[in-house]
């Protein structure tokens, strides 16, 4: 079956510890995202990348970093500079042209 | 003010009900508009789709838009225990552009 694929599901993070999240897609698409979502708020684009070795900032880049080498693969790397790192992380994709986002099921991170 | 709004809930409804939500914006530039679903501890799973101002139905969903009031809403009828979930709204300025999203609004459907 097509879909997005997030790991691992649950995630605990020492403090000063970098941590990546994998994210990996099979439907094809060009476009990939992470967002933070916090309790009660809406979800905030961390990263997104509309081609393979091409990626731009979000709203709230600061403290993490993304990489994009392959279509289907974008992960997320969670770094010790990331104040206040707990929160579910999602990831999306979608095609190109005018169609919505598809999303994961994403990844609780919480702080050792 | 939040760029897009939306009352927390929880919403609790009998099923069989209408549940009606809604959701507010202030940026005119958004074109495009989402309804999301989120099951706890889910991602969130696309419901609707809709460009500009109208209607727009799919199955016991509707979902209508008023550029003019920048207000949004969704409608699901015959609500169902199933249907117990988060919704969020989220509009976008073009299309493929990226999401802004409301806070979401919990609903909770009771046998």
């Known amino acids: 079956d097509g879909g997005i694929t997030q790991s691992p599901k649950y995630l605990f993070r020492k403090e000063g510890q970098n941590v990546t999240l994998s994210c990996e897609q099979n439907?094809?698409?060009?476009?990939m995202y992470w967002y933070r979502q916090d309790p009660g708020q809406g979800l905030r684009l961390i990263y997104y990348?509309?081609?393979?070795?091409?990626?731009q900032k979000g709203d709230i880049a600061e403290g993490y970093s993304v990489s994009r080498e392959k279509k289907e693969s974008f992960p997320l790397t969670v770094t010790s500079a990331q104040k206040n790192p707990t929160a579910f992380y999602l990831c999306?994709?979608?095609?190109?042209?005018?169609?919505?986002?598809?999303f994961g099921d994403g990844t609780r991170l919480s702080i050792l | 003010q939040k760029e897009v709004e939306q009352d927390p809930g929880p919403l609790s409804v009998p099923e069989g009900a209408i549940v009606s939500l809604n959701c507010t914006y202030s940026?005119?530039?958004?074109?495009?508009f989402m309804w999301y679903r989120q099951y706890s501890r889910k991602g969130p799973e696309l419901l609707m789709y809709?460009?500009?101002?109208g209607n727009k139905e799919d199955g016991r969903f509707t979902a209508q838009v008023d550029k003019s009031s920048k207000y949004i809403s969704l409608f699901i009828r015959d609500s169902q225990p199933s249907d117990s979930a988060t919704y969020l709204c989220?509009?976008?300025?073009?299309?493929?552009?990226?999401?802004?999203f409301g806070g979401g609004t919990r609903v909770l459907v009771k046998p």
């Open positions: 999306a994709s979608r095609e190109t042209g005018a169609q919505p986002q598809h």
């Open positions: 439907l094809n698409h060009d476009a």
């Open positions: 990348s509309q081609i393979v070795n091409d990626f």
């Open positions: 940026n005119s530039a958004f074109q495009y």
């Open positions: 809709t460009y500009s101002s």
């Open positions: 989220a509009p976008s300025k073009a299309a493929g552009n990226k999401l802004t």
